[in-house]
Every structure is written in C-alpha cells, then in structure tokens.
C-alpha cells in the first residue's frame, strides 16, 4: 500500500463516484422497469459501499477506483446521450447491465 499526503486524489475519487451514482439517479429516475430500478439500486450501493472501504491512504486503490468510476460514468452518460439522441424514452427498454461495480466490492 502506498500513501499519500495529498488529500485532492481522495477528494478526486470521491467527486468520481458521485458522478457515477449521479448517473445511475438520472437513470433510476427515467425508467419504470422494476428490474432495471433495483439493479440501478444495488449499483449505487455497491459504489457506496466500495468508497467507504478505501482507505485515504492507500494511493493505487484510490487511482483504481477513480479510474474505474471515470470510465463507468462515461458509459452511462454515452448512453444516456444516445438514447436522447434516438428520441427514445431514457432507458425505459434498455437490458444494459455493468456488474464490474458490483463485482469489485465482493
């Protein structure tokens, strides 16, 4: 584990996850699949869950995380912009599942 006195790479990671799970929201709140709303759940409490256990100090685990909270939220807003291009109701009939989230926590 390596540490760090730089409290910005956590504060980073952080604002990372918050606008993962911002996305996740957005979704959740544009869709009346029941199936789709609790998978949306389970990832914004994986993604809680996830940060909440990193400790501010170890350095690698929080470049990881916010690398990997970057690349997640990128996904979703693409998608999301996809669907508003495609004029189709946001993710009302998307099957779009990322388990990478809820997997890293196990």
């Known amino acids: ?18 606008k ?3 996305t996740y929201l957005y979704r959740l709140n544009h869709t009346s699949d029941l199936q789709q ?5 389970s990832r914004i409490s994986a993604v ?6 990193i400790n501010p100090n170890d350095q690698q685990t929080i470049l990881t995380a916010t690398s990997q909270f970057a690349s997640l939220a990128k996904e979703q807003s ?4 996809v669907q508003k ?3 189709i109701h946001p993710l ?6 990322d388990s990478r989230v809820v997997a890293s926590t196990r």
Do not use: A, C
């Open 1 to 18: 584990m390596s540490t760090t006195s730089d409290p910005m790479i956590y504060d980073v990671m952080r604002e990372t996850s918050n």
């Open 20 to 22: 993962l799970v911002g």
């Open 37 to 41: 709303q609790d998978s949306l759940k």
């Open 48 to 53: 809680y869950s996830l940060v909440k256990n």
């Open 78 to 81: 693409t998608l999301i912009q």
């Open 85 to 87: 291009d495609h004029s």
């Open 92 to 97: 009302t009939t998307t099957r779009h599942t």
